[in-house]
């Protein structure tokens, strides 16, 4: 497991916050249309989903890659808006925050989800487990002064 050990230091540092942006969800958006939705790059090291959210502003669908940890039970996802500890939040979490039902593609199938932003109690139980799953993420928390935002996202009937 060395190689996740790497990647986890390589993902802290602040250059990885200023390319990775960038370059990462070009990428995975690129091999996820390619493979028709069987693949994403960034899966190869952590759990990933394609979001479709509603723009809060355009009204418009929005994607983007995003790691995620699945749930224990498979029923549901955390996705964690770090923005690769960059000062500001992702536009997609202030799109579930406008329109909360959006849609992923995890494995290869759409799955229609509606996103609840997590505070409280029960925000630090799934920030804990998000830790011991990746712990970049405490690095990116310290370098910025917001709280990182948190949603579950469940499947809508």
């Known amino acids: 497991m ?8 390589v993902s802290s540092t602040r250059v990885f916050a200023k390319v990775a942006p960038h370059v990462i969800p070009a990428l995975d ?4 249309r390619l493979t028709r939705g069987k693949v994403l790059l960034s899966a190869q090291m952590l759990p990933g989903v394609i979001l479709t959210s509603t ?5 418009q669908p929005r994607r983007a ?17 770090s923005n690769f ?14 329109h909360p039902d959006a849609e992923i593609s995890w494995k290869g199938k759409d799955i229609p989800v509606t996103a609840a932003l997590l505070t409280g109690e029960e925000r630090a139980a799934a920030w804990k487990t998000l830790l011991a799953f990746w712990p970049p993420y ?15 996202l469940t499947p809508r009937a």
């Open 55 to 59: 723009g809060a502003r355009s009204g």
């Open 2 to 9: 060395i190689g996740v050990r790497v990647v986890q230091k």
């Open 65 to 81: 890659p995003l790691a995620c940890m699945p749930e224990e039970g498979g029923g549901s996802w955390i996705l964690i808006g």
């Open 138 to 152: 405490a690095t990116y928390q310290a370098r910025v002064e917001r709280e990182i935002r948190v949603f579950r």
């Open 85 to 98: 500890g960059r000062t500001g939040h992702p536009a997609w979490t202030g799109n579930l925050l406008a």
């Open 29 to 32: 958006r690129a091999v996820h």
